[in-house]
């Protein structure tokens, strides 16, 4: 299970930062993401991070202003966002790969989903 917080309504140019906890995970060495998706439009990936090996990857349109991080103790990540744009305007979801090694950029290699959280950049 994923539980999400954060994200909200901001002028452009502000920061949120979104938190994703999972919880009953026996492995903490799986693959969390975020992914964001407008009404109408594909989910994309913005940002994933592999907790075992602390890879990330981030989308072209956000690199250097969005920082994906985690804490191993509370088997969370989240994403900082900065600098927003009205473009960061999305509906935003944690996800994990819980069970498997390794990231993935594709939202069907993720199994385990939060329940989404709105981000508004007016």
């Known amino acids: 299970q994923l539980v999400e917080s954060g994200g909200g309504s901001v002028q452009a140019g502000g920061s949120l930062r979104l938190s994703c906890a999972a919880s009953r995970v026996t492995d903490a060495r799986f693959c969390m993401g975020w992914f964001r998706q407008i009404p109408g439009k594909e989910r994309e990936a913005v940002a994933t991070?592999?907790?075992?090996?602390?890879?990330?990857r981030y989308a072209n349109s956000v690199k250097g202003r969005f920082t994906i991080s985690q804490d191993d103790a509370k088997n969370a990540a989240y994403l900082q966002m900065n600098s927003l744009k009205p473009e960061d305007t999305a509906m935003y979801y944690c996800?994990?790969?819980?069970?498997?090694?390794?990231?993935?950029?594709?939202?069907?290699?993720?199994?385990?989903w939060g329940q989404g959280t709105q981000v508004t950049v007016s």
């Open positions: 991070i592999d907790l075992g090996s602390r890879d990330t």
């Open positions: 996800a994990a790969r819980i069970g498997f090694v390794g990231c993935s950029w594709s939202d069907s290699a993720f199994n385990t």
